[in-house]
């Protein structure tokens, strides 16, 4: 758990929230990513969204993933959003997702 006592924040390459070393969540979420990324044919951003903790800086951003708080995380969405320059098209939308659908199995929870 990402409790409010400890900040999260890098030492040496590695992520700490406090004295924990959560480096292995950040690899697995970077793991999943290129994971979806393989099925849907296109880059896929790596985002992990910390609830209840701090995040030194306000954001980490490290080699292919960005680190926020979960109150941070609709102000980055939207910075990606305006940094891509693109609109979607309504029918590469549906095929992106029939493809997600279509390789991605639905969690077993």
Do not use: C, N
């Not at 951003?45 to 903790?53: E, N, W, Y």
Request: charged share 25%.
């Amino acid at each position: 758990m990402w409790g409010a006592k400890d900040a999260v924040h890098v030492r040496s390459g590695r992520v700490f929230h406090g004295a924990e070393d959560r480096t292995d969540r950040v690899e697995s979420a970077l793991y999943e990513s290129r994971t979806v990324a393989g099925v849907l044919g296109r880059p896929v951003a790596t985002v992990v969204v910390v609830h209840g903790a701090r995040v030194t800086g306000g954001r980490i951003t490290l080699p292919g993933a960005t680190i926020v708080p979960a109150d941070s995380l609709l102000a980055l969405l939207r910075q990606i959003d305006r940094e891509s320059g693109r609109r979607p098209d309504p029918g590469a939308v549906r095929a992106l997702m029939e493809r997600a659908e279509a390789g991605l199995p639905p969690y077993p929870g």
